[in-house]
């Protein structure tokens, strides 16, 4: 029997979760929005909206949700003043009121199943399951140096080249700790360089996770050409396929490769992919990276005390309460 459950795709940044959201949209049955940029925000800051129960907080919600400034709701194609009433005649909780957005778009393509996708995700999975508690997390991996090297050329990553690895090696970690505590049929993983040398392979794969049934489509060059308002993902100007394995080669300098080795070794190894024969880096680049990782730690913990305190004035649970009998007509 065919899925219902939303899936959220994410990963380190520039590690192919734009390509696998192409691939899963030519599914028949599936429809990942385009990065939305409202789920994390509205969740982030429930606590202005206080009790769903309310008519009028029901109504706040949805109106910043369609119109909020620095959310990419205009991007899905729907009717604002549409979606917000039905977001206020929906059930009254957060995660209900962001699952009628991403049902919507669904239902506007045609398609019964729904999800969304931001590589960012990655470090807030517990907060995509209080959402939505029976969500199916799909993380992309990429070889953490091709990241690194992808992120120097894209034209909004102005962090440099030490939170460049961190990022990787903190996604990496969060979906270690995920897959370990998470019940099974709930998160996979999926290797870009799988989908891009086997996509018909390692997208039969992840439909039997999903529940689904594979369709050759969903592999096609068609399928997967790069949205007019998305080229610059097609910065670096290396095709889908093999030519794009490796290129940290050539773009990586000397010391980032020693760096990335040093700090990912580990990781790398777990997922295949081989080291160089790069040597140690210098001290001071291995005393940098760790400090800067450590202010990131710092961070995380702030933000999760932070949710700690939210959580516990929380009126009613935020989870999900969408059922789906409009939808079913078509599967």
């Known amino acids: 029997m065919a899925s219902d459950r939303p899936i959220f795709v994410l990963g380190c940044p520039r590690s192919g979760t734009t390509l696998l959201r192409l691939m899963l949209r030519a599914h028949p049955r599936i429809a990942i929005a385009p990065e939305t940029r409202f789920l994390l925000s509205a969740y982030e800051h429930r606590a202005a909206y206080g009790d769903l129960r309310e008519l009028a907080n029901r109504r706040a919600l949805a109106e910043w949700i369609v119109a909020g400034a620095g959310t990419r709701f205009g991007g899905l194609g729907l009717n604002r003043?549409?979606?917000?009433?039905?977001?206020?005649?929906g059930p009254p909780t957060l995660g209900s009121a962001l699952g009628i957005v991403l049902r919507a778009y669904a239902r506007r393509v045609g398609k019964p199943r729904w999800g969304d996708t931001r590589p960012g995700y990655v470090q807030h999975?517990?907060?995509l399951l209080r959402l939505f508690p029976?969500?199916?997390i799909v993380h992309v991996v990429r070889d953490g140096r091709d990241c690194v090297a992808s992120l120097k050329q894209t034209p909004w990553w102005r962090m440099g080249t030490y939170h460049a690895i961190a990022t990787w090696t903190q996604a990496l970690d969060t979906g270690r700790t995920a897959a370990q505590r998470l019940?099974?049929?709930?998160?996979?993983?999926?290797?870009?360089?799988?989908?891009?040398?086997?996509?018909?392979?390692?997208?039969?794969?992840?439909?039997?996770?999903?529940?689904?049934?594979?369709t050759p489509r969903m592999a096609g060059p068609r399928e997967l050409a790069t949205p007019e308002w998305q080229r610059w993902h097609a910065v670096t100007g290396e095709p889908v396929g093999p030519a794009s394995i490796g290129g940290w080669r050539r773009h990586l300098e000397r010391w980032e490769i020693e760096l990335c080795e040093a700090v990912m070794a580990e990781?790398?190894?777990?997922?295949?992919?081989?080291p160089s024969a790069a040597a140690r880096p210098a001290a001071h680049r291995l005393a940098r990276y760790a400090a800067i990782t450590t202010h990131r730690r710092l961070a995380a913990r702030k933000r999760a005390l932070v949710d700690r305190g939210i959580r516990a004035g929380e009126p009613q649970p935020v989870a999900s309460r969408l059922i789906l009998p409009a939808d079913r007509a078509l599967v």
């Open 267 to 274: 990781r790398l190894m777990a997922y295949g992919y081989p």
């Open 183 to 214: 019940p099974p049929g709930s998160y996979t993983e999926t290797q870009y360089e799988h989908l891009v040398t086997d996509p018909g392979g390692e997208l039969r794969r992840l439909c039997a996770f999903l529940g689904e049934e594979y």
């Open 134 to 136: 029976n969500a199916q």
């Open 81 to 89: 003043r549409d979606v917000a009433e039905e977001i206020v005649e």
């Open 125 to 127: 999975i517990g907060a």
